[in-house]
């Protein structure tokens, strides 16, 4: 099995009718989307660059897949980008990203506290206190709310 990769717009794989496709169609696409950011997040929080690793890391999210291991695999990228931003910076990450990216970190926050048992736990804390500070109850709504997620 290989991955084919093509450039897509931004929003591409979010704005997508999965409906047509078969689930292991929709679960290969969103396993190479995965394998194709990987390597791009992990170089650049090796050279200590945790905003883009951060944006690389939100984007094409495993929606519309029932794999528990594929939701699984992104979230650990994201927690890793999370966990290597400082307290301080936390702040200046988000400004970074826009209000949909904004809106799946918080789900990545979720999942983290539903999973992690305590494990970082400070550190989603300190990243769900900054991202409701910036976005209201509407971004804890709309990461409840959302049919298609990587909860």
């Not at 409906?19 to 290969?28: A, C, H, I, Q």
């Not at 980008?81 to 990216?101: E, G, M, P």
């Not at 799946?104 to 983290?112: M, S, T």
């Amino acid at each position: 099995e290989y991955c084919i990769f093509v450039p897509l717009p931004k929003n591409y794989i979010a704005a997508m009718d999965f409906s047509e496709m078969s689930e292991e169609d929709v679960t290969r696409m969103m396993r190479c989307a995965l394998d194709e950011r990987t390597p791009t997040v992990q170089s650049a929080l090796s050279m200590g660059n945790t905003t883009d690793a951060l944006t690389q890391s939100l984007k094409k999210p495993p929606v519309g897949v029932s794999c528990e291991e594929l939701k699984l695999d992104s979230a650990r990228l994201v927690w890793s980008v999370t966990n290597a931003v400082k307290s301080a910076d936390i702040d200046k990450h988000l400004d970074t990203l826009d209000d949909l990216q904004t809106d799946l970190l918080l789900k990545y926050v979720y999942k983290g506290m539903a999973q992690l048992d305590g494990e970082n736990y400070s550190s989603l804390l300190a990243w769900h206190q900054a991202i409701v500070a910036r976005t209201g109850l509407g971004s804890i709504v709309r990461a409840m709310a959302e049919r298609r997620n990587v909860l």
